[in-house]
């Protein structure tokens, strides 16, 4: 049994009844997603995800629309390619949907990176330990200092963190899982828990063979850091107007792409395609909304980097407001008058930040401006979202029901 889940104007109205007139405007799109009623015995599929393709056992990423993207405008980024079982990226799915991982059982990846927000949280500021719901109605708990960023194709970041403090993802994986502020789990509490669970036993077992015989907190990480590197986003009307299908594009998206990568707006200089992204770290001036957040400094400890942040990718970028690392902007048209103002240097960013060069007052016209954001739409692709299990092995509730938090399991 499945069911599609539609996160529209009905999903609004609730946001709406529930949060503040200042949150209430931040999801302009939400998205569509699939729940799935587990296999008996929650077995583990043998199958690859959307977007990849099952070769000699092995799920490759599918770069059907990339190749003309690397020759055509693509300024030379090589494409990793990667090789998963898919067993266990299917047990990763299960373990970050999961909330067995928190250390109060409450909390799951998928709060903060929830496929109705395009696998981030729609909030300006994440909210992390005792907090009750998911997405912009999530309250009370631990506010976070920064908002949550997308996963999709994280498999291609260098750096993970807005201030790039993870330089893969099992790094990544750990954050979360073992801060005091977010999960507040640990590896003994994680592996003292799953080797408990015959489901989990049985499946760790199908994943790993032998290996997995006994579940350790590596073997979570790795399950985990597995399911993220399968979400790839790469079928965008971009990518199908880029290998020759010149009617995937409009006009007025035409005319975006142009200013997109025109000398005077120079968004392609920090976003070129295929990814939309040189991940490097640039300093654009975004105020803080309360306490100062120095960034890239504060892992590298040079001034030269206060106040910069890892450049995101714009691939689904309509679907994952708010923007910059504080939620600051809470929409794409506010994201392009900033930069079109000049970023910090329009907007009376602190002297002591070396804004980027490239950020500089562009003196867009409003139809140039509408068209850029047209152009953005274009990069939306969620095909390989992947599937919400209607449960979880643990029994433990799912992120799919605000209700269901209100009476949540207290076993231990």
């Not at 107007?241 to 005319?255: F, M, P, R, V």
């Not at 079109?340 to 401006?369: F, Q, Y």
Request: charged residues 25%; hydrophobic residues 35%; glycine residues 8%.
């Amino acid at each position: 049994m499945k069911s599609w889940l539609v996160f529209g104007s009905i999903a609004s109205l609730f946001i709406l009844c529930d949060c503040s007139k200042a949150e209430s405007r931040i999801i302009p799109e939400l998205s569509k997603f699939e729940v799935v009623e587990p296999p008996l015995g929650f077995r583990l599929s043998s199958h690859c995800p959307s977007g990849l393709k099952l070769e000699k056992g092995f799920c490759l990423i599918d770069y059907r629309y990339i190749n003309s993207l690397e020759i055509n405008g693509g300024l030379g980024q090589t494409l990793v390619q990667v090789k998963l079982d898919p067993k266990v990226i299917d047990l990763g799915r299960y373990l970050f949907f999961d909330p067995i991982l928190s250390g109060d059982k409450q909390l799951s990846c998928a709060h903060c990176h929830h496929p109705a927000y395009s696998l981030s949280d729609g909030r300006k500021q994440s909210i992390g330990k005792d907090g009750l719901g998911y997405g912009p109605t999530r309250k009370n708990g631990v506010l976070l200092k920064r908002s949550a960023p997308s996963l999709w194709n994280v498999v291609y970041m260098k750096n993970l963190f807005w201030e790039g403090r993870a330089s893969n993802l099992e790094d990544q994986a750990e954050g979360p899982l073992y801060s005091p502020d977010e999960m507040a789990s640990s590896p003994e509490i994680i592996e003292s828990r799953l080797n408990e669970s015959p489901y989990y036993q049985k499946m760790f077992r199908q994943a790993y063979g032998e290996k997995g015989s006994k579940i350790s907190a590596a073997l979570v990480i790795d399950a985990l850091s597995n399911f993220e590197r399968s979400l790839v986003s790469f079928s965008s009307r971009f990518d199908k107007w880029s290998t020759g299908d010149k009617e995937a594009l409009n006009t007025e998206e035409l005319l975006g792409y142009n200013v997109f990568r025109s000398f005077v707006a120079r968004c392609a200089e920090c976003h070129p395609p295929p990814m939309f992204t040189n991940n490097v770290f640039a300093t654009i001036g975004v105020l803080d909304t309360k306490e100062r957040d120095f960034g890239r400094e504060t892992i590298t400890g040079q001034n030269l980097l206060r106040g910069a942040f890892r450049v995101p990718s714009l691939r689904n970028i309509v679907k994952t407001a708010p923007y910059m690392h504080a939620g600051n902007l809470d929409s794409l048209e506010e994201v392009v008058h900033f930069y079109n103002e000049g970023g910090g240097r329009g907007n009376g960013a602190p002297n002591d930040l070396r804004i980027h060069w490239h950020v500089r007052e562009m003196g867009l016209s409003k139809k140039e401006i509408n068209a850029l954001i047209s152009f953005l739409y274009t990069l939306t692709d969620e095909t390989s979202m992947p599937k919400f299990p209607k449960s979880v092995p643990s029994g433990l509730p799912v992120a799919l029901e605000y209700e269901s938090y209100q009476n949540r399991s207290s076993i231990k």
